[in-house]
């Protein structure tokens, strides 16, 4: 049974950082795709970023370019997204997603997913 576990949100001012880190269990890590959604209240689930099983192929949104990083480690079994220069409008839940095909691929969509997390909150004060 595949488990995703997201940890590290919280509460932070305008300009600040956070760490999202997420642990998944299952069969070898390398083979799953990974990203991060997030989800505001009242809105849809959109793509933060996304990571290829070996980590060589990321994709990030506009929005979040130049600000939150997806990285991963295969030894580790985890998927990270550095959060830097926070700004109210990121304030969410943010959920961590596995895909199960098409690892070698960065995938962006929320069907692309087979697997997700409870998802962490995410709140930042202006």
């Known amino acids: 049974q595949v488990q995703v576990a997201e940890s590290g949100g919280g509460l932070v001012q305008t300009g600040g950082s956070l760490r999202l880190s997420c642990a998944v269990s299952?069969?070898?890590?390398?083979?799953?795709?990974m990203a991060w959604f997030r989800q505001a209240p009242g809105k849809d689930r959109v793509i933060v970023a996304a990571?290829?099983?070996?980590?060589?192929?990321?994709y990030h949104a506009e929005f979040a370019k130049d600000r939150l990083t997806i990285s991963r480690d295969n030894v580790a079994n985890t998927v990270y997204l550095q959060m830097g220069s926070l700004k109210p409008e990121d304030t969410a839940v943010y959920f961590c997603?596995?895909?199960?095909?098409?690892?070698?691929?960065?995938?962006?969509?929320?069907?692309?997913?087979?697997?997700w997390g409870q998802g962490t909150q995410v709140t930042v004060s202006s």
């Open positions: 997603a596995a895909a199960r095909k098409d690892w070698t691929k960065v995938l962006v969509t929320v069907e692309s997913y087979d697997y």
């Open positions: 299952g069969r070898t890590f390398s083979t799953y795709g």
């Open positions: 990571i290829s099983g070996s980590g060589a192929a990321t």
